[in-house]
């Protein structure tokens, strides 16, 4: 090989980038149009633009793809994770076009790429399975069952059934995001465990027979079955010990060798606290949490898969894990508000960490797909950035992210940052205990609750920083006569927040606080001394809002306007669209009487379907949207008349 063609975008793409140029190997990439701006189209030597913004159009299209790679000059084509990588029609394609695939086999992706013929084949093979249920034989006895596409992953075309009423439309629901996903409607039922641990093994195969088993990972907090904070070595092997990592990995071996498996590739079982495990699905593909993995066994996954894919044997005796290693995924979303995807412009983009390496020794590894001035829009999926921490350690690895996360600096889109430094210092977490069930028995708006910075503090530094920047001079300064104090209003999430405040003779006074004083007061910075601790913070602008970060907590705040234009207000009832999507399904007619909680309209952003529900009971008067109608964030979808 001597030029790759990474068919992906985002972080991936760089991270591979990133070995194949230490490889000495040239690089090409491929963007959508809403990537035209993209980091890693910048990242590589060369690039060809995929016409359109839509998967479907772009990184979906394997006829595109192989024509970018030959009018670039590539000689071989690395998948990524997601879109194409684990379809096996673009990896015969790839090899049919006289192209190097740098992945395993199209049989194999094309057995383990359907979970119902994978799950057959590992239960020949001796591993443990879940059995299959049969959707037309399901009874309430049955009840939880999962239902889940066969092809793809990343938590799409999953639904959890606990009623059969709702059965019919979880099937249908699972379908229709597996066919926009994954191009196959084909979805399954099992059994639905509520409780359990995600744990999952790496392989590594060549083209000699050598199968490695490069330790395993847990995944055990997810969200929307997407998972959102990833270690290894799992905690709930290192308690249970016994035989436990040593079963696991062989089932690992077991599985990759029952279907001559080459390459990277992850084994995914659900276990439980007394030992047992399930085979889940193989992932046949690079994952998204591979550099836990590179840092606790000091291998680079993907130099490894460009060996394999160039016939060279794995050699030397198999990687074994030191330390400990953490990774938390940054989403642009709202965890609080139904995890609801977030989409902006990044305005600011601080984060700690060596890119896209292992760190030396202890620290900080950061893998983004994104930089300031990047646009968050609804065509892909809403992941940041995966921030990676890496110690001698389990609690010391753990302690060290929760450090960086909270002092990084991310504006213009809500993230989840909060919610990820509370899950990872949340009791059970740091006893190693957190099952499957952590989000739904620790729901986001508990675990941040209290964490962040107070609203009147934040509202009040806000102010502060606001007066220098307006008056082009630090705040502060007293008048000779009594003045009242200035108000200055503004809005922490939904709620409005007054900063009342004046300088006197004794410096800044604010109403009902004795124990305050200003130290300083800038545009960049504020420093306030709180009850005799000095306290300082750091301050950025973007439109109307003002970002407030500190050390400890940090808030963003929006002005609030004086007046209000009228012709912006919108009737009451009315319905908006939280995030820009794609109409996919109008549940309900104009005159239809409806519930509270009943789905109203069905949006498709970044990949999932999303439901806006009835807020209260009552009868619908207006539906002005329809279904394939594009709308932006804010658009009204329905009013619904109490």
Request: proline share 6%; charged share 20%; hydrophobic share 45%.
């Amino acid at each position: 090989m001597h030029t790759v063609l990474v068919a992906n975008r985002g972080e991936i793409a760089r991270r591979i980038f990133t070995t194949c140029r230490r490889r000495g190997l040239a690089t090409v990439a491929v963007f959508s149009d809403a990537d035209a701006d993209s980091p890693h189209v910048r990242d590589a030597d060369s690039a060809v633009r995929l016409p359109g913004s839509a998967p479907a159009d772009t990184y979906l299209r394997t006829d595109l793809i192989i024509e970018a790679a030959h009018r670039a000059g590539a000689d071989a084509i690395h998948p990524g994770y997601g879109f194409l990588s684990e379809t096996a029609a673009f990896a015969r394609a790839v090899q049919n076009a006289g192209l190097t695939w740098i992945g395993p086999g199209a049989e194999a992706i094309e057995l383990m790429g359907s979970k119902v013929a994978s799950k057959a084949r590992m239960a020949a093979a001796g591993v443990p399975v879940l059995a299959r249920l049969d959707p037309g034989a399901i009874t309430a006895a049955d009840l939880p069952v999962l239902v889940k596409a066969s092809a793809g992953g990343g938590g799409r075309g999953i639904r959890i059934v606990d009623d059969l009423a709702e059965l019919p439309g979880a099937l249908a629901g699972a379908a229709r995001e597996a066919e926009a996903a994954f191009g196959d409607a084909t979805v399954f039922c099992e059994r639905y465990l509520a409780t359990g641990h995600h744990v999952e093994v790496q392989i590594m195969a060549d083209t000699h027979g050598t199968v490695w088993a490069l330790g395993e990972r847990e995944c055990s907090l997810q969200r929307r079955h997407q998972k959102v904070i990833e270690e290894a070595p799992a905690p709930l092997v290192d308690r249970i010990g016994g035989d436990l990592r040593e079963r696991l990995l062989s089932a690992g071996r077991d599985a990759a060798a029952a279907v001559g498996y080459v390459g990277a590739g992850t084994v995914e079982f659900l276990a439980d606290d007394h030992g047992g495990f399930w085979f889940l699905e193989m992932n046949t593909r690079l994952q998204v949490e591979h550099p836990v993995t590179e840092c606790v066994t000091g291998t680079d996954l993907v130099d490894l898969q460009l060996d394999v894919a160039e016939g060279r044997p794995l050699t030397g005796p198999e990687p074994v894990m030191t330390g400990h290693a953490v990774e938390a995924r940054v989403y642009a979303e709202s965890p609080a508000d139904d995890w609801r995807p977030r989409t902006g412009t990044v305005v600011t983009f601080d984060l700690p960490g060596t890119r896209f390496e292992r760190p030396a020794g202890a620290g900080i590894r950061l893998d983004s797909g994104v930089e300031a001035g990047t646009v968050v829009g609804t065509h892909y999926d809403a992941m940041l950035a995966k921030v990676i921490s890496y110690a001698p350690t389990r609690d010391v690895a753990v302690r060290q992210l929760a450090a960086a996360l909270r002092r990084a600096r991310i504006h213009g889109v809500t993230t989840n940052q909060d919610l990820l430094v509370a899950s990872l210092l949340h009791p059970s977490f740091l006893d190693g205990t957190a099952d499957t069930s952590f989000y739904t028995t620790h729901p986001p708006a508990a675990l941040t609750a209290g964490t962040g910075l107070d609203p009147e503090l934040a509202a009040l530094i806000a102010a502060l920083s606001d007066v220098a920047h307006e008056r082009g001079t630090p705040a502060g300064g007293f008048r000779n006569i009594p003045v009242g104090y200035r108000t200055r209003t503004y809005a922490v999430d939904d709620h409005e927040v007054a900063a009342r405040y004046r300088f006197g003779r004794d410096g800044l006074e604010v109403p009902g606080k004795t124990a305050i004083a200003l130290v300083e007061a800038t545009a960049e910075r504020v420093v306030l001394d709180l009850d005799g601790v000095r306290r300082a913070w750091r301050i950025a602008r973007y439109d109307d809002h003002v970002a407030v970060d500190g050390p400890h907590a940090s808030a963003t705040v929006r002005r609030v306007p004086r007046f209000t234009d009228p012709s912006r207000q919108l009737p009451a009832g009315a319905l908006v669209a939280p995030m820009p999507g794609t109409v996919v399904a109008v549940e309900v007619r104009v005159g239809e009487s409806v519930t509270a909680g009943q789905a109203l309209i069905r949006l498709e952003a970044m990949k999932m379907e999303h439901v806006v529900r009835a807020p209260a009971a009552g009868t619908v008067t207006d539906l002005p949207v329809a279904v394939g109608q594009q709308v932006a964030q804010g658009t009204p979808l329905a009013v619904v008349d109490a």
